[in-house]
């Protein structure tokens, strides 16, 4: 348990009705006599005035003191809920610091629950993915986080890791004994069971994956095909410039839309051709960089005149080749380049038409799953400890059942192991610990 005391603002930044002053450690006590003027009763809200050095009011509040273990740090907790002016949470935050506290870092008050053991580390993820929230979908995930729903499912799977090791160390040692331990058949039933379970927790975290990060769409084509127009479509807003002057997009023009509770982060390039204008190759440079990093290529094209742009596009991740204005033409129009491998989409950013398909086409390249239950909130780090504990767990189920090198199979079930503890914080760094919790806002 840390030995010094921490304070912060816990509210926003901004003006408000209400605003928090958080203080934990073990001067926690002291500091709410100091302010208060005497001392409170675990878990009972107190009204009264904020005391100064000299005695005088900094402001009239609620003062909230949670003794230890039974608090959110598992440390003594003062909270003072005063108003929420910026000037007047500064005052009491220097009050509570003369008193002994120092200035919080962020994420320090959620650090010191997880080493306190009030929460593991993908619960203290799931607080800051829950503040951070870009959908309802993504709120509802993250309590689910944050209650323990996917720790509970990957220490399961942990358990039975161990319990796997320790079937198989037990029949590496007695191998020369008459029983052979290797060759009971519920061995690799359990192994595979394992393998099962892997999946349903990998679906679970994948699709909280898509909720927390979204999907990253390049809208790129040649000039004037319409690809502000359509950005503007789908984010129903007037969010890039639109004018019939061919290379008006110079920049990367990012607009963030939801659709079916998925993110979408729609990035607006410039018109792809050969120029000799020096800050319009720049965009497009940009442009290339872009739809390189992007989850998806929507590639745009003129429906009445269908040129594809004068570069190389090519790419493994999913393309849309969006056929646009297709309010100009008769009929479909040639699809001239056009292969099986692309999702084809005919559209008018002018009336509407297409714009329903389109959008159900991202949601689908994004790969949900909407009749998963329980899904909870992940990052992309869970997601890469998961693959690696699964490839390694189906690498001794194949080594258990064709009996090669058994006691290889029991170092694979210890790498998987240590992966999915590297989720929940049993076995871990400390400079990952510090990346995560840096993250955080400085009152949480």
């Known amino acids: 348990m840390a030995t010094d005391t921490i304070a912060a603002v816990a509210t926003g930044a901004g003006r408000a009705g209400i605003g928090v002053v958080r203080v934990s450690g073990p001067d926690a006590p002291a500091i709410c006599k100091q302010v208060i003027g005497l001392s409170l009763s675990a878990r009972m809200a107190h009204h009264g005035p904020f005391l100064d050095e000299s005695g005088e009011a900094l402001d009239v509040g609620i003062a909230l003191f949670f003794e230890a273990p ?68 993504a709120a509802r995930a993250a309590v689910r986080a944050m209650a323990g729903d996917m720790s ?113 982060h729609l990035i607006d390039t410039a018109g792809l051709r050969d120029t000799d204008d020096k800050v319009e190759r720049i965009g497009i440079e940009r442009a290339r960089d872009a739809v390189n990093q992007a989850d998806v290529l929507m590639l745009v094209l003129d429906a009445a005149d269908p040129q594809w742009p004068a570069t190389d596009l090519l790419r493994d991740a999913p393309q849309i080749v969006v ?24 559209v008018s950013a002018l009336n509407g038409e297409g714009l329903a398909d389109l959008r159900e086409c991202l949601v689908s390249l994004s790969g949900r799953e909407f009749a998963i239950e329980g899904v909870y909130l992940a990052r992309r780090r869970h997601l890469e400890a998961l693959q690696d504990a699964r490839t390694a767990t189906r690498a001794a189920l194949e080594r258990l059942s064709g009996g090669v090198m058994p006691e290889l199979a029991a170092e694979e079930l210890r790498r998987a192991q240590q992966s999915l503890e590297q989720i929940t914080g049993r076995f871990d760094a400390d400079d990952l610990l510090g990346a995560i919790f840096g993250s955080f806002c400085i009152g949480k």
Not at 106 to 111: D, H, I, R, T, V
Not at 334 to 342: L, N, W, Y
Request: a negative charge.
């Open 323 to 346: 056929f646009n204005k297709m309010d100009l033409v008769d009929g479909r129009p040639p699809r001239k380049g056009v292969t099986d491998s692309h999702t084809i989409i005919e």
């Open 70 to 137: 039974r608090s959110y740090t598992g440390e003594h907790v003062l909270e003072l809920q005063g108003h929420g002016g910026p000037v007047v949470l500064d005052r009491i935050l220097r009050r509570v610091c003369a008193l002994g506290a120092r200035p919080a870092r962020p994420g320090e008050f959620s650090e010191r629950a997880f080493l306190n053991d009030k929460l593991d580390l993908a619960q203290a993820e799931a607080v800051a993915d829950l503040i951070d929230a870009s959908s309802e979908g």
């Open 152 to 264: 509970r499912d990957v220490n399961a799977i942990v358990d039975e890791l161990i319990a796997l090791r320790v079937w198989l160390e037990a029949a590496l040692d007695f191998s020369e004994e008459e029983i052979d331990f290797l060759a009971d058949a519920s061995l690799a039933a359990r192994a595979t069971a394992l393998v099962d379970a892997f999946d349903q927790v990998l679906a679970r975290a994948s699709e909280g994956q898509r909720l927390r990060d979204g999907l990253t769409v390049a809208i790129a084509g040649r000039p004037n095909v319409g690809k502000s127009s359509l950005l503007n479509a789908l984010a129903q807003a007037d969010a890039a410039i639109v004018t019939d002057v061919p290379g008006t997009t110079r920049d990367l023009l990012r607009e963030d839309i939801l659709i079916d509770d998925l993110p979408i």
